[in-house]
């Protein structure tokens, strides 16, 4: 009996790991924020698994939002040029944001995300990201929180997708060449 499903070659990171490793980030966020009030600004839909595991995790009063945007990283449109499809609902004026990912790969995602936040002149404004693909890295990203760095392959899983699948996986696998074409480098 095979527990893992078609295309997943390795589970990069068990649910244990991930367990354990969000109690660790909860318990630096509730620090770290102990006299504010954060606004925990999940960026959709990749983060979503990671925070509602973490914020379960974070013993201080938060707010939560969304936003969800289309990058073009990953085409030949101009690099770092995305376009926001769901935006705030609040605004995050005089707010200590904490910015939370599922993944930072080249950063042009996060980069484009930051420039925009910045200019709505939040208190405070810190990335918190689940996985950290650093050697791909072309947009420098200042990573207050992160949980695990990855080596350079094409997860899924845990929030992460292939083409919308895979998001419900309760582990970060990688994905098989085969399916993704993308690991042969
Ligand atoms: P960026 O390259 O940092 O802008 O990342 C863009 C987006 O690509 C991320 O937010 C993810 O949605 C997606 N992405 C990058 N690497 C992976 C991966 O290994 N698995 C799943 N999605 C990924
Ligand atoms: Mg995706």
Known sequence: MNDKPEGIVEILIDREAI???????????SETYKDRLPLVVGVLKGCAL???????EIEIPLEMDFISLMSYAHTNRPSGAARI???LDCVIEG????????????????????????????????VCTFLDKEARRIVRIPIAFKGFKIPDRFVVGYGLDFRQLYRNLPYIGILSDEITGLNRR
């Open 19 to 29: 367990g354990r490793r969000i109690a660790e980030l909860g318990r630096e966020i």
């Open 50 to 56: 990671f925070l509602s595991d973490l914020v379960k």
């Open 85 to 87: 499809t769901k935006d």
């Open 95 to 126: 707010r200590d944001v904490l910015l939370v990912e599922g993944i930072i790969d080249t950063g042009m995602t996060a980069g484009y995300l930051l420039r925009n936040l910045e200019a709505r002149r939040p208190r405070s404004i810190r």
